[in-house]
């Protein structure tokens, strides 16, 4: 079966640390920080190559693929992904940049295993 799941908050908050248990667990991953899948431009900040991104998401055509990243045009692709995570931690953490780690359950159930954060599924 076909899923697609984006990952995405603010700096600090676990997206690469959960990318890389993903990928350690044999999941495909792709984190849009690196390579040639965002683009900055000086009137928008960080943008994603929409023509990457959409073939990314339309090619995808078994099990399930997690992408991570954090850009203003993102909000275009939400309808293509099954489940959007947001992860978040409280202010005093994100100011010390400490990550913490992530477990996420392809049960439609995702959590954090420490009590001063959490993650809120958007869709």
């Not at 431009?41 to 023509?51: A, C, Y």
């Amino acid at each position: 079966m076909k899923r697609l799941i984006l990952i995405t908050g603010m700096s600090g908050t676990g997206k690469s640390t959960a990318l890389a248990e993903l990928a350690r667990k044999g999941y495909r991953v792709v984190d849009t920080d690196y390579g040639e899948w965002s683009e900055h431009t000086d009137s928008t900040g960080w943008l994603w190559n929409e023509e990457r991104i959409t073939a990314l998401l339309t090619g995808h055509n078994e099990g399930a693929l997690f992408i991570s990243g954090t850009v203003s045009n993102q909000g275009k692709f939400y309808p293509l992904f099954d489940a959007i995570v947001l992860l978040s931690a409280p202010l005093p953490k994100l100011s010390w940049n400490e990550y913490l780690p992530v477990r996420i359950i392809l049960t439609g159930r995702p959590w954090l295993n420490e009590k001063r954060s959490f993650i809120m599924c958007i869709r």
